[in-house]
């Protein structure tokens, strides 16, 4: 067992930070306040490489596995910009897994490139608001007619649905069957038309520069060359992204929970109250000595479970055990980071409230800690299926 990052790994991590190191707390504080897009982040990171950290190199990527994208996606996350700058980028680098899997050649070497180059931006909608966690339910139809498809029907949540160029949608291509309920749904990667797909932003809590939509389709036209693999069987080709994705925001829950540690350690530090640092406390010292462990252990579980990936081992439980443990041990510690800093906690300019109100939504998306509870209870522990 070798727990050392190798010299091509560290060199990531390093090379992620000097890309990225222009931005900082500043950038993301204004990000929050106006939110806009971080169009130059994006565009930062595109130009240095990293979106196609683990796609094909045939098509432009570094052809590297999960392992070096979950520690890319750290390092993001932790920079201070949270998900904000983990979710600008984290659609391309996590989003095309299904072209890759599933896509033609032609359509390999049609969205590949742009996607690697960060000429195009994605979007992913699956979620509904009458069909919940239960994907099975999801009622958007994509009905035959002519060379290809028509779409209506309405997404939640959809995120970056405000600057994305395409969307990847999951419809519905036959009816529901109680006998098999997942099959039937076709996944497409195609053009956002604003003339048949109204977008409406939705407020949020936190993450405010990546916008969160709900999506309204009144006769959307998609070309059958835009249907991904078999139709009717798009429901699988998502789950095969289920795995990856969950181990990518354990890192990014990982990222931000460590940036609050340090953030709070030295304003523990530097701090004077009763002529000594409120570190000496032991109640300001222990619950960050807690969750630096509790970081630390739940960064090891991500690792564990990219390893399996990478090497394609099965992995579902390792990937929800890590979800889970990274979106508790980060928001944890996010809340003793407030905590540490007293009023100034609460203040917007010492960041920890952004950072505790961005950690949020991993409690819920992309999938929610009770979801992934219910797994680890089936899968690793034999009870009945709850979901
Ligand atoms: C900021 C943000 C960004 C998002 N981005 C995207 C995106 O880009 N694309 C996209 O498709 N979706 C996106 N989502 C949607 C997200 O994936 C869903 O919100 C999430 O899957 C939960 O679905 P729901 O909101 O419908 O909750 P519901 O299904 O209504 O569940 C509500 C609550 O009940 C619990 N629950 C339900 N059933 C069970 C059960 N059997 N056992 C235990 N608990 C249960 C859930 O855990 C949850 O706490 C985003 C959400 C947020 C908040």
Redesign the pocket.
């Known amino acids: 067992m070798d727990f050392e990052l190798s010299d091509d790994r560290k060199a990531i991590v390093d090379g992620v930070a000097r890309t990225i190191g222009a931005f900082g707390d500043a950038y993301w504080l204004e990000r929050d306040r106006d939110g806009e897009f971080p169009h130059a982040f994006y565009e930062a990171v595109a130009a240095g490489g990293w979106l196609g950290i683990s796609l094909p190199e045939a098509y432009g990527g570094a052809g590297l596995g999960v392992t070096e994208a979950a520690l890319m996606m750290e390092t993001m996350a932790g920079s201070g910009g949270a998900m904000a700058a983990a979710s600008s980028v984290h659609m391309n680098v996590f989003g095309p897994r299904a072209i890759v899997s599933h896509g033609s050649e032609e359509q390999k070497r049609r969205w590949l490139p742009p996607l690697i180059e960060g000429r195009y931006k994605m979007?992913?909608?699956?979620?509904e608001p009458n069909a919940?966690?239960d994907t099975s339910r999801i009622a958007t139809r994509a009905e035959r007619d002519g060379e290809g498809y028509v779409v209506h029907g309405q997404?939640i949540?959809?995120?970056t649905a405000q600057v994305s160029d395409k969307i990847m949608l999951l419809a519905r291509t036959a009816p529901r069957r109680d006998d098999a309920p997942t099959e039937g749904l076709s996944l497409f990667f195609a053009d956002l038309d604003r003339g048949t797909a109204r977008v409406r932003e939705i407020e949020?809590m936190g993450?405010k520069a990546v916008d969160?939509n709900e999506i309204w389709f009144d006769g959307m036209r998609i070309p059958e060359t835009d249907r991904i693999g078999e139709e009717g069987k798009g429901f699988r080709y998502i789950l095969e992204s289920l795995n990856p994705e969950r181990i990518l925001v354990a890192a990014e829950a990982v990222g931000i929970g460590r940036d609050a540690v340090r953030r709070a350690a030295r304003y523990a530090g530097e701090r004077v109250v009763f002529e000594r640092p409120i570190g000496a406390n032991q109640g300001i010292q222990h619950p960050l000595a807690a969750s630096w462990s509790a970081l630390e252990a739940a960064h090891l579980a991500t690792m564990k479970a990219a390893w399996l990936y990478d090497r394609g081992e099965s992995c579902g439980i390792e990937a929800n055990a890590a979800k889970y443990l990274a979106v508790e041990a980060g928001f944890e510690a996010c809340k003793q980071a407030v905590a540490s800093h007293g009023g100034m906690g609460y203040a917007r300019e010492f960041h920890v409230e952004r950072l505790m109100r961005e950690i949020v939504?991993l409690q819920?998306?992309?999938?929610?800690q009770?979801?992934a509870l219910?797994y680890i209870a089936e899968r690793a522990l034999g009870l009945p299926k709850?979901?």
Do not use: E
């Not at 979007?123 to 979620?127: E, M």
């Not at 819920?364 to 929610?368: D, E």
């Open positions: 979007c992913f909608a699956v979620t919940g966690l997404k949540w959809t995120s949020k993450r969160s939504m819920l998306a992309p999938v929610s009770h979801l219910n709850s979901y």
